[in-house]
């Protein structure tokens, strides 16, 4: 059996799928499944400084030794070392004071790595790999935001860049609703493959999101962190409204940045939030609106509903925006090597223009 048969399983620890969901092949032997558990996870450099949450390694480790023990079955000549019953007797302790505490879900490391085409060690450690490791929640809302943890939509979109690296590497590049920077991360990878670091900025409107994204994205691990023009800025899309005392504040953000490219995931999902995140998205591509310039917005949206989704195409539309799909091929996402299942993700390429230019771009 060759050793690729089990190279999805360190990457899916990395990114916490559930071990329920890590394919094993059945006719695995004993040595082989342990020696790669050990040596390639239970003694990974990466996961010292960067550790998955308490619990996510307690039921990863309870799944290991029942995998381990099944295999012994009754040849009394094989042995579990001893480091993975004590690392899982250790997580035990610490779940049952957890318990006790009535905590919220514990936040831990996430890294998410994907494959690269030689097999140079990255800033994370990881031969063949890039990576791209952040303290994220479990929750989906914490401290009253959606902003503590990576959507499937940001997924959809680090795909879409990957593919589409000019993008990127070529332009001057804002966020929109950052979070805590997974596409960040995945830009300045690109950026710094093509060694031409742009300008890349993040935005979102929490601060706490904003600072935990500014601790991810200068994690040692990360490529981010030796990026040499990227920054992370307050900006909330109802200053755009013309009405919003903001409002010349927002205009004066807009001159100042005229980013090429603007990007967001995940960002329609509250009806009330579409009129200032349009507003902001033409206030960004208006800037030097008389010059002939390919400036554009990728917005990559996770349709959980119907009624929301039409809302943000119908706003755009009446804005005299023009909206092109984008196909991406959610099939081929690799972050965390088990295929993500992202939902229904949209990228949405939006210009400013007439309605001819919608033909020439595909
Ligand atoms: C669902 S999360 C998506 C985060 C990240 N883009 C991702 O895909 O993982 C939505 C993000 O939009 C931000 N946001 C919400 N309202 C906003 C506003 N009025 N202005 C700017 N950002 C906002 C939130 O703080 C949060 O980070």
């Not at 831990?108 to 494959?115: A, L, R």
Request: net charge negative.
């Amino acid at each position: 059996m060759a050793e690729a048969d089990l190279d999805h399983v360190l990457p899916s620890y990395l990114a916490l799928v559930p071990p329920t969901r890590i394919f094993i092949p059945s006719e695995i032997p004993f040595e082989k499944l342990h020696r790669s558990l050990l040596e390639k996870i239970l003694l990974l450099a990466h996961a010292n400084p960067y550790p998955p949450s308490p619990d996510y390694q307690q039921a990863f480790w309870k799944w290991a030794i029942n995998l381990l023990e099944g295999l012994i079955a009754n040849d009394t000549d094989l042995e579990i070392d001893e480091r993975i019953y004590e690392r899982y007797t250790s997580l035990m302790m610490l779940g049952h004071s957890h318990l006790a505490s009535f905590a919220p879900p514990q936040k831990g490391y996430v890294t998410y790595v994907w494959p690269k085409d030689d097999q140079a060690v990255n800033h994370g450690g990881f031969e063949g790999y890039h990576s791209a490791t952040l303290l994220e929640s479990r929750a989906l809302v914490e401290q009253g935001t959606t902003g503590l943890r990576t959507w499937g939509a940001s997924f959809a979109l680090a795909q879409y860049l990957l593919e589409n690296p000019k993008e990127v590497w070529e332009n001057t590049v804002l966020e929109l609703g950052s979070g805590t920077g997974f596409l960040g991360i995945v830009t300045s990878v690109i950026q710094t493959e093509y060694n031409t670091h742009t300008q890349l900025w993040l935005s979102d409107v929490n601060s706490e999101v904003i600072q935990r994204c500014w601790s991810n994205l200068r994690l040692p691990c990360n490529t981010s962190s030796s990026h040499p023009s990227l920054d992370v800025l307050s900006l909330d899309w109802s200053w755009a409204m013309p009405d919003s005392p903001e409002h010349s504040q927002a205009c004066a953000l807009a001159q100042n940045l005229h980013p090429d490219v603007i990007i967001g995931a995940d960002v329609v999902f509250d009806p009330s939030l579409v009129p200032p995140l349009v507003a902001t998205i033409k206030l960004l591509l208006s800037v030097d609106a008389e010059r002939p310039s390919d400036r554009h917005a990728l917005i990559a949206l996770t349709i959980r509903n119907q009624t929301t989704f039409d809302l943000f195409m119908e706003t755009i539309r009446n804005e005299g925006l023009i909206i092109v799909e984008k196909a991406v091929n959610t099939e081929r996402l690799l972050f965390g090597s088990n295929k993500v299942d992202v939902g229904d993700v949209r990228i949405l390429y939006i210009t400013l223009g007439d309605v001819e230019d919608q033909k020439t771009i595909s």
